[in-house]
């Protein structure tokens, strides 16, 4: 790197300074009554008290997995599992930046120890690095933190993106944007989505560390549909009745819902699997959707299965095995600006998916509605209509060969770290 490009830096990193200063100010603020930033911040409290009590890298090599949240992780998941499998010496830390991730997935058994990252800044960095000693880091899809990419690249530490996507919006792709660019140069590898993503990296000289495998969360939902386990009491609860399944939803997406399932024919039955599932909205959920029940109130009173047509689940943890026991499936959080939630859980079983109208920005949402396997509504009207319209054989079909069609990033992947020859069974 030349002395011009690091004085080009310079500017930017003092003004990345800044940004960490009023953020990490600001959470510190709102901890005070916000739950979920409190959890942020009395999470990296003590971190490295806690590591240095549980982590001991020299019995295997290290294998650093960083990922923004749930989502993320559910896409580093089957690296995680085959490397392991193929590597059983091999110690995984995994990381989360968000509490919706870590909070749900501390005690997730795949890997040796899960924490929060550090707070991004050099001294950090450092440390962390000094007590980890990973031999590979991982980031999955995003998450691109100066400090700690910059000491992995000066420690000559293999490090990979994987299922990465990006848009020519993104700061990498700006005049303005070297501090960003050089974010990315540090990475040993990086594995895309999709021949868009290549072309823009190519356009800023990364063409040759960059390779289209795919994203990984389809890998994820083959290997979870292979696994599933039946449900007891939902499969008595659906019987042989039309079932509608849905997911991680909202209440645009529950009004909606609502609206359908009172017009709807008496043989129509809904499973529903909100987003939120603290007891305000769950009471809200009861008097919303008539003749309703919970999934708590079903495993004690067996008896009242033959009379209500909604089922409200009021735990975590099935979700994805739930989808199985649809006719159609409703992925929720389509009308926020985030868009919906991940509608290849549903798709794996060869079931057709609805959403709200905002799926644009997931390439697996844009292409599987242009091969006719989901379909996005905007009100009770439209959901009725697509309902009555669809041919649901044809596009679970659909959905089932486009999950399976687009499998095999996790190979990819895995069979690159081969070549790098990384890892021995010794």
Known sequence: MSFTFLLDLRPMIFLYNIFRIVYKTGISI????????????????????????????EQGDVVWMHCASLGEFEQGRPIIEKLKSQNPKAKILLTFFSPSGYEVRKNYSGADHVMYLPFDSAGNAAVFLDMVQPKLAIFVKYEFWHYYLAELSNRKIETILVSGIFRSTQPFFQW?????????????HLFVQNESSKKLLGSIGLASKTTVAGDTRFDRVITAAEQWKPIEQVGAFCGDQSVMVAGSTWAEDENILAEFIKDHSTNQKLIIAPHEIKTENINRLKELL?????????????????????????????LSRLYKYATVCYVGGGFNKSGHHNILEAAVYGKPVITGPNFQKFKESVELKNEGGSFTVDSSMQLKEVMLLMNIQQAGIIAANFVRRNGGATDTILNWLQEKRLFTNA
């Open 30 to 57: 709102v901890s005070r009554w916000n739950e979920k930033a409190k959890k942020w911040v009395d999470g990296r409290m003590n971190w490295k008290q806690e590591l240095a009590a549980t982590w001991k890298p």
């Open 290 to 318: 008539l003749n309703s029940i919970t999934f708590s109130e079903l495993s004690i009173h067996h008896s009242l299965l033959t009379t209500h047509r909604v089922l409200i689940i009021d735990n975590i943890g099935y």
């Open 176 to 188: 303005w944007g070297s501090f960003h660019r050089n974010m990315l140069n540090n990475f040993s």
